[in-house]
């Protein structure tokens, strides 16, 4: 645990050290400026990007976007007045109430709540302190030093979590009640236990329990949800789902996007989110697949030797957190029009993903080293040929580095037991180096009102 904490600390201390010089005109000039360029706000409302220091954190900056929102639920609750901030849910804000930080301090707190989490994460799951410089080298990590909700949805869904493993109701529900009141997870987590409980069913046909484990997983979601209805209509919203209606303000619908026209908002999240698509999202559409077969009975062969059963509490929560991973992938590729701003947010940046990572590691090194090599170099071909041919890519540059990242944390987190300790941690220790570079970044991105990696969005 002290190993971890230290990790988690020396992560922080890092990003302040690179952020802070950046600041400084002979450090910047002289490193990041030779090969980057940093966005600024345009009178006309577009963004440019020219060779210039980072920004210095103020309580103006730091209200950028969606910080604007957050705050103003902080300051004065929900007003009529802004029907769009009901779609923002109040549980960071109150936190951040609480906490009577100005907005220039909050990347403490947040950061502290997401450091907590991980930390419960990884003492449940007995993690080794390489697993958690990896979760830390993912590169969307800058999303945890902002004013958002991120922090606040890992650190209680991890709280739920620890009750779930530790037989522990209560803690339970208090932990996804309190998820469900920092976003709206609802829409997710019910279809995403509703999945795995039929999957369960159809092979073990114990109803009573079935039902049973469906209420008891749904309801501290219904009931957190219903809290963030009954505290929007204190406020003077006109209806108990005005958080689903004020969605309409993002103009969301369903459709089939045009692969060759996938897009984004800026090339920072556009090179993460394409592999992120590829490398995560193929993998675990074809294995949930595989054990829903195996379920029903018609495939006898599935890719890992043991079956799934609802009383292993690892199968069920595998599942769950499974099925939820692809309603956000299912959500942003065909609810955005081809847009995938977000996608690597709500996927990388979830205690769903983290857990995963958790939960199937030594599974995954279990496979032959030539299977998983033959599947994971077929995946980035596939990545780098959709990324190359569209028309929304452009030239290489800096603003790609988050695709080089994500791909070599997903080497470290696939091939960990094919190279020498010393090799390993050697490569880890770079990865996690390059994030923090990678961090500072896009955290400085936020700062400067660039087209932003980030979107608000149900989950």
Not at 167 to 194: E, H, Q, T, V
Not at 376 to 395: E, G, K, M, N
Not at 440 to 452: A, D, K, R
Request: charged residues 15%; proline residues 3%.
């Amino acid at each position: 645990m002290k190993k971890n904490i230290a990790i988690c600390l020396l992560f922080f201390a890092g990003f302040w050290i690179v952020f802070l010089s950046m600041q400084n005109k002979t450090v910047y000039f002289n490193t990041l400026g030779k090969i980057s360029k940093n966005y600024f706000f345009m009178d006309d409302g577009n963004r440019g990007k020219e060779k210039k220091t980072f920004e210095k954190i103020t309580d103006e900056n730091m209200l950028n976007w969606d910080g604007e929102h957050f705050f103003a639920i902080k300051e004065k609750g929900y007003s009529a007045d802004h029907e769009y901030r009901f779609a923002f849910f109040p549980l960071f804000s109150f936190i951040w109430k609480f906490s009577t930080l100005p907005p220039s301090k909050v990347i403490f707190l947040n950061f502290f709540m997401f450091t907590l989490g991980l930390l419960l994460l990884a003492y449940l799951f007995k993690q080794k302190w390489q697993n958690i410089l990896l979760v830390l080298s993912l590169p969307m990590c800058a999303v945890f030093l902002i004013p958002y909700s991120e922090a606040t949805l890992f650190l209680m869904f991890s709280i739920a979590i620890w009750g779930f493993m530790k037989d522990k109701y209560w803690i339970y529900f208090i932990g996804m009640a309190l998820a469900s009141l920092s976003r709206n997870i609802l829409p997710l987590i019910i279809p995403a236990i509703l999945c795995a409980e039929l999957l369960f069913f159809v092979k073990e046909r114990k109803i009573k329990q079935s039902l049973l484990r469906l209420c008891m997983g749904i309801l501290p979601v219904i009931i957190g949800t219903a809290l963030v209805s009954l505290i929007q209509y204190h406020y003077g919203s006109d209806s108990i789902f005005k958080f689903l209606e004020a969605l309409k303000h993002w103009n969301r619908s369903f459709s089939f996007p045009n692969i060759m026209h996938l897009n984004d908002w800026s090339q920072e999240s556009f090179g993460i989110n394409i592999p992120a698509l590829i490398i995560l999202g193929i993998p675990l559409i074809i294995y949930l697949m595989n054990i829903a077969l195996k379920q029903f009975g018609i495939l006898k062969k599935i890719i890992h030797s043991s079956p799934y059963s609802a009383e292993n509490k690892y199968n069920y929560m595998n599942l769950v957190l499974m099925f939820c991973c692809l309603a956000i992938f299912c959500s942003v590729f065909f609810f955005q029009k081809g847009c995938l701003n977000g996608l690597s947010r709500y996927i990388l940046c979830s205690p769903y993903f983290v857990i995963l990572m958790f939960l199937n590691h030594e599974k995954i090194l279990s496979v032959s080293p030539i299977k998983r090599g033959s599947y994971f170099v077929s995946l980035i071909i596939l990545s780098v040929v959709l990324f190359a041919s569209l028309s929304y890519t452009s030239s290489l540059s800096f603003h790609y580095l988050g695709f080089l990242i994500f791909v070599g944390v997903m080497a470290l987190y696939l091939f960990q037991d094919m190279f020498k300790k010393s090799v390993y941690n050697l490569l880890l220790a770079g990865i996690f180096l390059l994030n923090i570079l990678w961090t500072s970044y896009l955290f400085n991105m936020f700062l400067c009102n660039g087209w932003l990696y980030t979107f608000l969005f149900a989950f």
